[in-house]
């Protein structure tokens, strides 16, 4: 997060733009990179990315798009908890810079 997005996999492959099927995977993982919390709410993170869509259609979407995230990095790296997501287990320069 400090400076450009760049992901790389715990493999040490790092993820082309192209291999993300939709810009709201990419935006999923940058807002839980960038939380500080223990985890971000659905409802915002639905408010957040398919602002003004029904809850049904922004609930699909957000599963839509952390499957996508799953897919790319090859592991199950969010955690669902208390109607929230939280990345676990991945390395994020800002948070080893606020530690």
Do not use: N, Y
């Not at 810009?23 to 940058?30: D, E, P, T």
């Not at 960038?34 to 003004?52: A, F, N, V, Y």
Request: glycine share 8%; proline share 4%; with cysteine.
């Amino acid at each position: 997060m400090l400076g450009p997005f760049r992901v790389r996999r715990a493999d040490g492959v790092w993820v082309e733009p192209s291999a993300w099927r939709t810009r709201k995977s990419m935006a999923l993982l940058q807002i839980l990179a960038m939380q500080t919390g223990p985890r971000l709410s659905t409802s915002t993170l639905i408010e957040c990315l398919w602002p003004g869509s029904d809850a049904e259609h922004g609930r699909t979407s957000l599963r839509t798009a952390a499957s996508q995230i799953r897919k790319v990095l090859l592991r199950d790296c969010l955690a669902r908890s208390h109607g929230g997501l939280a990345l676990t287990d991945v390395w994020v320069d800002t948070w080893r810079f606020k530690a």
